[in-house]
Every structure is written in C-alpha cells, then in structure tokens.
C-alpha cells in the first residue's frame, strides 16, 4: 500500500524560509516522478515543483529562484526547501508519487501558513 507523508509545515514570517519534507512507504521510490502541489482556501490544486527519476526538476513561474525540489532516493523521501517565503504561498502543500505507468498517489497535505 502506497503511503506518503508529508511534514515541516507551519507558521512563518514573510521572508523566511521552511523545508517540505514527504516520505513514501510502499513504492519503488527511485522510478517514481516526485511533486509537490499546493491548494489555498477557495483554489485549485497546482502543481509547485516535480523532480524525475532521473533528476530533471520543474518549477512553477511564480517559485522559481525561491524553491527547490531534491531527492534523496536512498530515504525514500523527496524535500521541498521554500526560501523568502510570502502571504500568497499560504496553501496545502501535498506530495504526489506518479509511477512509470502513470498511477498517482497523494499525500494528506502539510500546511503552509506566511504571515507577520
């Protein structure tokens, strides 16, 4: 059973910086395709940053230079680093685990909150 946990979420002051972590349970950790979403109050779920088995990253527009996705296959576990951190990146923050043959899995979500 494919199990993902997120932590290292919580309250924080505009500017400063937290660390996303998600470990898997139940996969084959190293051939998955690793993201991180977030979904504010009243939004859709967007994609945030994503990292390939083989170590491609994708970032979404607004987090580019500020966030970064990494991998550590040998702890099952993939990181989002969220550097200057502002009001609008108050979300959710889910882990998603896509298997080579395109089968999703979610985490239950961490929460993000940016305020002074």
């Known amino acids: 059973q494919v199990q993902l946990v997120e932590s290292g979420g919580g309250l924080v002051q505009p500017g400063r910086s937290l660390r996303l972590s998600c470990v898997a349970s139940?996969?084959?950790?190293?051939?998955?395709?690793m993201a991180w979403y977030h979904q504010a109050p009243g939004k859709q779920r967007e994609l945030v940053a994503a990292?390939?088995?083989?170590?491609?990253?994708t970032y979404r527009v607004p987090v580019k230079g500020r966030f970064t996705i990494s991998r550590d296959n040998a702890k099952n576990t993939v990181y989002l680093q969220m550097n200057n951190l502002q009001p609008e990146d108050t979300a959710v923050y889910f882990c998603?685990?896509?298997?080579?043959?395109?089968?999703?899995?979610w985490g239950k979500g961490t929460l993000v909150t940016v305020s002074s």
């Open positions: 998603k685990a896509t298997a080579p043959w395109g089968m999703d899995s």
């Open positions: 990292v390939t088995s083989g170590g491609t990253t």
């Open positions: 139940g996969i084959s950790f190293p051939v998955y395709t």
